[in-house]
């Protein structure tokens, strides 16, 4: 499974970003797929992730971002709306063959990140 995150880039504090995660290879292998990002010196946060059909966020992006999926596209997407400076770090999207939880160990396969950072 390969995973390939993009959409990142520079926003102003309040805008928008859209990431997507395209998945390719035995994208039947895995169960649910989840958002990460990670800042310097600290491990992977978990911001959101996709378990059967449910989708489950974060408190800290709770109201301000969404997930969506494109199953034909085998797509995942990270809507964020009203950036915050504090939500600058690298976003990486993951693979769980079976639970995808709130914990990074749950996932087996990784995306290379994309980086997102949000200036006041």
């Known amino acids: 499974v390969q995973l390939q995150a993009s959409g990142g880039g520079l926003v102003q504090a309040g805008g928008s970003l859209r990431l997507s995660c395209v998945a390719s290879?035995?994208?039947?292998?895995?169960?649910?797929m989840g958002w990460f990002r990670q800042t310097p010196g600290k491990g992977r946060e978990f911001v959101a992730s996709?378990?059967?059909?449910?989708?489950y966020l974060a408190d800290s992006v709770q109201g301000r971002f969404t997930s969506s999926r494109d199953n034909a596209a085998n797509t995942v997407y990270l809507q964020m709306n009203s950036l915050k400076p504090e939500d600058t770090a690298v976003y990486y999207c993951?693979?769980?063959?079976?639970?995808?939880?709130?914990?990074?160990?749950?996932?087996?396969?990784w995306g290379q990140g994309t980086v997102v950072t949000v200036s006041s």
């Open positions: 993951a693979a769980a063959r079976y639970n995808a939880g709130r914990s990074s160990r749950q996932y087996e396969y």
């Open positions: 290879g035995r994208t039947s292998s895995f169960y649910g």
């Open positions: 996709w378990s059967d059909k449910t989708l």
